[in-house]
């Protein structure tokens, strides 16, 4: 049903904060039109020099992925449009299409496969523009996918489990990469003079091959003779460890091979070493910076869960926000606004990374004009953040293990990480909790475990016995461990001081947490606490505290000079998919009691993620606001950030601050000192704002 229209006046107030942003889109309209019809007029260059990916901050990145009948390549680009892009957006770089997964390039190149015509050279014209302003210029680039190159070159695609040559995918065992894809990167560096290239469809493209070159290098390789073709089938893990093999080697050919003719072309590939590939970076992978694309859904969770897996990994790097969401089934899409963009990139920035926000370009490769609105206030809201976020180093509180051995048992894909779902529920809650949460990779944390006063083992059913036994060494020396999950409590029953009543299995029950109650479906295992082990919590059959509990839930005990605490129930799920503060809170009670002194504290609202960070011998908190219906998929668009008020910010330092500030803007906020701590009130927090001890 139709909703009635409602008139109402619009007050004076409104019209006077409202007064500039109106008449500023006037002018920028009636520029944008003009710029069409003018002739390029050099304007002021944005950057004295070029600015290397690795110290960039802020990007825009556009791609079209033509298809076989795109012509008329060109036709509405011109230079001032790509200068107006650039004046509005003040970026560090630009990437643009290239070729995109049908295979078709959107340039005339003498190497692949183009579009049917070309009115201009879009990227002869872009670099141009980016060259005065001292712009880096990037390209799109579908890596691995190809389905040009797969369907003229059958013989060269993977095959698929069924023997069928992959309509999208070329095979590593074929000569892609020699033919195509180094060829055609050596032209855009060298006859283009491009800076770099961001390729696409790698990673999460990538499936087991069962091209002939294939298994007879698997057989010879590992004497396995049986060709496991279902993920049930033995050997089958043992195969697709073999396919990621193959995938570095891939990388290193194409790195070394490009960088030999053009050493300054920088080059990634998309996803790589991220929480879909949570793998060392070996020293000669030849790639020169790090990126991904966020999910264009829930994008404020994904970012702090992809965020923090690149962050985990000491690199430097950024992320993509998709500018509008998307239903993947029906390709229907939403546009975002600038508010809910800015909310997607604050987490990014917050812990050291750089953003890019990915538009469309339009069918013969030109710029949509709508988006410079939406792209110029995305920069004014990054460009003032680069001094505060960009370098900055987090000051360790709570470890979150990412266990590679354990990702590779729960995954069936080469690289995925869509069946660790739950480890991203036991990050929520710590976040909503107000807990600076740092996820490190397995070889990451046996680095820096010494760093963190808590480590938390979330629901992995196993992890490595190198790490178990560095773990056991880092509680027994004075470490504080919380092992989280029916499964993942198992191996360490001996230090929780607990005794196996009965083996995991699902149960329904209510978690208890101050008097609140939350039913959960969830695997439990029953056990018996030992003398000197302290229960923290208990199941009970109904939602009454008046009921008998059945089963203990939590408990903690000292082991060496350091305390361990377990929890016997499995919630990462159950917060991804029925977000409760019954289980946020639970997290927050054990972890507060091993850590009852963290650099920060925040009461206030619970609708606010905190990053400890220091740079230039500043302590800077990142706070980020992180109200709004995100994980909702009925939600598409959000034009409405609601602040937050008069939060109370305790923060731990040696020395009374010289001086405490609001960043960006350096507005002096008001402190008090007492016994190691500075107390601060934030007046207001609209999305992302800094504070700057000193």
């Not at 007050?11 to 889109?25: E, M, Q």
């Not at 201009?120 to 210029?137: G, N, Y």
């Not at 469809?201 to 698997?218: N, R």
């Not at 089963?551 to 361990?564: F, L």
Request: charged share 20%; glycine share 6%.
């Amino acid at each position: 049903m139709k909703a009635k229209k409602t008139f109402s006046f619009i007050s004076p107030d409104f019209i006077f904060r409202n007064l500039f942003l109106l008449v500023s889109c006037f002018f920028m309209s009636f520029g944008l039109v003009y710029s069409q019809s003018r002739k390029y007029v050099k304007s002021s260059q944005l950057h004295q020099s070029k600015i290397s990916r690795e110290a960039s901050f802020w990007g825009l990145h556009f791609d079209q992925h033509l298809s076989a009948t795109s012509s008329h390549v060109g036709a509405q680009l011109t230079e001032s449009m790509v200068d107006s892009l650039l004046l509005y957006g003040r970026p560090d770089y630009i990437q643009v299409d290239c070729k995109g997964h049908p295979g078709i390039s959107s340039y005339p190149t003498q190497v692949g496969k183009q579009a049917i015509s070309f009115d201009k050279d879009p990227l002869a014209l872009i670099r141009k523009v980016t060259d005065h302003h001292r712009v880096s210029l990037y390209v799109h680039y579908s890596g691995v996918r190809d389905s040009n190159y797969a369907s003229q070159h059958p013989d060269q695609a993977r095959v698929q489990s069924d023997g069928k040559p992959d309509p999208g995918n070329t095979s590593f065992w074929g000569d892609y990469s020699d033919k195509l894809l180094i060829p055609q990167l050596k032209e855009l560096a060298l006859k283009y003079k491009i800076d770099g290239a961001w390729i696409d469809g790698e990673a999460w493209a990538v499936q087991p091959d069962y091209h002939p070159a294939a298994l007879a290098e698997f057989k010879k390789g590992t004497g396995i003779e049986s060709i496991p073709y279902k993920t049930s089938d033995k050997y089958y893990k043992e195969f697709v460890e073999f396919n990621r093999t193959s995938f570095l080697k891939y990388i290193k050919h194409y790195t070394k091979e490009v960088h030999a003719a053009a050493p300054y072309f920088q080059l990634c590939s998309n996803w790589a070493f991220s929480d879909m590939m949570p793998e060392p970076i070996p020293s000669d992978i030849g790639l020169d910076f790090y990126s991904g694309d966020n999910d264009p859904t829930n994008s404020l969770n994904k970012a702090n869960w992809h965020a923090r897996a690149l962050a985990g990994q000491g690199i430097s790097f950024d992320l993509m926000a998709w500018s509008f969401s998307m239903n993947f089934k029906t390709g229907i899409r939403a546009p975002k606004s600038s508010l809910q963009l800015c909310q997607e990139l604050a987490p990014v920035i917050s812990l050291g990374g750089g953003v890019q926000t990915y538009f469309n370009q339009k069918g013969d490769v030109s710029f949509k004009q709508k988006d410079f609105r939406v792209i110029k206030e995305l920069a004014d809201f990054i460009l003032p953040r680069r001094d505060f976020c960009k370098g900055v180093s987090i000051i360790p509180q709570v470890a979150l293990l990412y266990s590679t051995a354990a990702w590779k048992q729960s995954v069936n894909g080469v690289y995925s990480s869509s069946k660790v779902e739950k480890i991203q529920g036991i990050l929520n809650s710590l976040l909503d909790g107000q807990h600076a949460v740092e996820l490190l990779m397995t070889h990451q944390l046996l680095k820096r475990l010494d760093e963190f006063p808590v480590v938390v083992i979330p629901e992995w059913q196993m992890i490595e016995p190198a790490l178990e036994t560095a773990l056991r060494k880092y509680v027994f020396q004075g470490g504080k461990l919380i092992v989280a999950g029916a499964q993942a409590t198992t191996r360490f029953d001996d230090i929780l001081g607990v005794k196996e009543i009965k083996t995991t299995t699902l149960t329904r029950g209510y978690l208890n947490v101050a008097d609140r109650f939350i039913e959960l479906e969830s695997d439990t295992r029953l056990v018996e606490p030992l003398p000197g082990t302290l229960v923290l919590n208990k199941l009970f059959p109904l939602d009454d505290l008046a009921e008998k509990p059945f089963a203990v839930s939590a408990t903690m005990t000292n082991y060496g000079k350091g305390k361990i605490a377990g929890i016997y129930i499995s919630l990462g799920e159950t917060y991804l998919n029925s977000t409760s503060p019954v289980v946020r809170d639970l997290f927050s009670d054990i972890i507060n009691r091993l850590l009852p002194d963290p650099v920060v504290k925040i009461a206030g609202s619970h609708q606010v993620n905190v990053v400890p960070t220091t740079k230039d011998k500043k302590i800077l908190i990142q706070l980020i606001n992180t109200s709004g219906n995100h994980a909702n998929d009925n939600v598409k668009g959000l034009d409405e950030v609601i602040p937050l008020y008069n939060l109370i910010l305790s923060v731990s330092t040696k020395t009374k601050p010289q001086s405490v500030l609001l960043q960006p803007g350096a507005k002096v906020l008001n402190f008090k000192y007492l016994n190691g701590r500075t107390e601060i009130i934030i007046p207001k927090l609209p999305i992302h704002q800094i504070v700057e001890i000193k």
